[in-house]
């Protein structure tokens, strides 16, 4: 097959989107050729704010800014509870970034819609950044936030036993370590949903093709971005990159929970998303892959777009199904949420 093949073409509402980064990235080229991570990170948010969409309507979530244990100190979290009744099943929220942008703010809309589609209770956590606090600072605040979302679930009206995880991109991969080091743990993660996640970063990009056909820089995630991610988050120890706890996709799987995973067509990340699938299949793990092939990497969050609608309500209805259904009443749903694909 044609290495160009493997790349679908955007559909009109993406490249109209793309075009509207490109207009915003002309005014801000100076500053971030500077390298300046500060410029960085204010200029990510002004992209994720610029194309978030609308929030939804106001009422339907009870919403709480809180300060929760980190790894070194406290670390402000905020807490969306959909109105319904208690107790609710809970998400921790891990937002993408690269390990080194993003936060609360600008991800604000789309944890609020995702809270309010599903009626699962979402918290959604700041963790430490690099390279300021590099590896394994953001886990050590992950590991510290979900004890403390154990402990105080009854507090808040949630329920101990359905806490799930989810990330996107960066995110997703410190979902993806967190629970394979929760495994086995009392209560066990009842779902995790990993958002095109970066799931290796010891192999070279050659070994995924969706990184070389996707990365060049036309499609927002560049392979150059992926390599400043790694390097600020490892800050050169290039032994920890074959890792599990920074590659996941090279970890033992077995004991994994229910696991579902989406990826966008034309992200440099599809490929060691849909390896990652694989891995957890062939290990027994109860996984299933969607793929959004006509758009990119983030698109979950660019909420004008028609395809993140569709997939956030996707997501939403897999949510509501796995995680507000009883622990073995689960097992008996439909089987597409143990397998399936999505154009």
């Known amino acids: 097959m044609d290495a160009s093949t493997l790349r679908p073409a955007p559909d009109a509402e ?34 994720f704010r610029a194309f978030a969409g609308p929030p939804p309507a106001p009422g339907l979530c009870e919403i709480s800014d809180l300060a929760v244990p980190g790894g070194d100190g406290e670390r402000p979290a905020r807490l969306y509870r959909p109105r319904g009744e208690a107790p609710q099943p809970v998400v921790l929220f891990l937002h993408g970034g690269g390990w080194s942008l993003g936060g609360i703010e600008d991800y604000d809309i789309l944890v609020h819609d995702l809270a309010t589609q599903s009626g699962v209770a979402f918290l959604s956590l700041d963790y430490r950044l ?39 991109s960066a995110g997703g991969n410190l979902a993806a370590v967190t629970a394979w080091l929760e495994r086995g743990s009392d209560p066990t993660i009842a779902g995790q949903w990993l958002i095109y996640p970066m799931t290796d970063v010891s192999r070279p990009h050659e070994d995924f093709p969706s990184r ?36 996941p996709l ?49 698109f979950l969050s660019f909420g004008v777009l028609d395809v993140a609608k569709a997939a956030r309500a996707a997501l939403a209805q897999d949510m509501r199904i796995r995680l507000s259904a009883e622990p073995d009443a689960v097992r008996d749903r439909d089987g597409s949420l143990r397998a399936g694909t999505q154009g």
């Open 14 to 47: 993406t490249l109209a989107l793309l075009q509207g980064i490109e207009i915003i990235t002309a005014g801000w080229r100076d500053r971030l050729l500077s390298g300046d991570i500060a410029a960085s990170r204010a200029f990510a948010s002004v992209i």
């Open 250 to 298: 090279n970890a033992d799987p077995a004991g994994l929970p229910p696991t579902q995973i989406i990826v966008a067509g034309c992200d440099p990340l599809r490929d060691e998303g849909r390896d990652y699938h694989d891995r957890l299949a062939a290990a027994g793990v109860e996984t299933s892959w969607r793929c959004y092939d006509s758009t990119i990497h983030a």
């Open 130 to 168: 690099a390279p300021e606090h590099g590896y394994p600072a953001a886990l050590e605040d992950v590991a510290a936030a979900l004890a403390w979302l154990r402990d105080a679930a009854p507090r808040f009206g949630l329920r101990t036993d359905r806490i799930g995880l989810m990330g996107d």
């Open 212 to 247: 070389l056909v996707c990365g060049d820089g036309d499609l927002f995630l560049t392979r150059g971005a992926i390599d400043a991610a790694r390097a600020w988050y490892l800050d050169q120890r290039t032994d920890l990159a074959v890792d599990p706890r920074v590659s």
